[in-house]
Nanobody
Framework: VQLQASGGGLVQPGGSLTLSCAAS????????VGWFRQAPGKEREAVSC????????DYVDSVKGRFTISRDNAKNTVDLQMNSLKPEDTALYYC??????????????????WGQGTQVTVSS
């Protein structure tokens, strides 16, 4: 499956953005999908994930209550709604897909297909 992340941009603190991970070559609901981010000078970190069966979700503690991951099977996308954005959310955001048996995991190792990133900048 080929992935493409989009929806990034410049937003003020407290604002919102919705990132979208679009798939081609396969149906995305066969896969667990994760969102990851990497800020300059920092290691890549997992942000959120969603399983294929039952759409179980998980979030890194720093975004719980602010970010929501969801599937749109009609559009073959996985979206990340980001609210109450903070400057520390500034990063290059990537989506990735793992085989369906993996489930929702914030460990990057099982993810085998990665999209190009989309930049999110939170600044006044």
């Amino acid at each position: 499956v080929q992935l493409q992340a989009s929806g990034g941009g410049l937003v003020q603190p407290g604002g919102s953005l919705t990132l979208s991970c679009a798939a081609s070559g396969s149906t995305l609901d066969y896969y667990a999908v994760g969102w990851f981010r990497q800020a300059p000078g920092k290691e890549r970190e997992a942000v959120s994930c969603i399983s294929n069966v039952h759409s179980n979700t998980d979030y890194v503690d720093s975004v719980k209550g602010r970010f929501t991951i969801s599937r749109d099977n009609a559009k073959n996308t996985v979206d990340l709604q980001m609210n109450s954005l903070k400057p520390e959310d500034t990063a290059l955001y990537y989506c990735a897909a793992a085989g369906g048996r993996v489930g929702c995991t914030l460990d990057s190792a099982p993810y085998v297909s990665w999209g190009q990133g989309t930049q999110v900048t939170v600044s006044s």
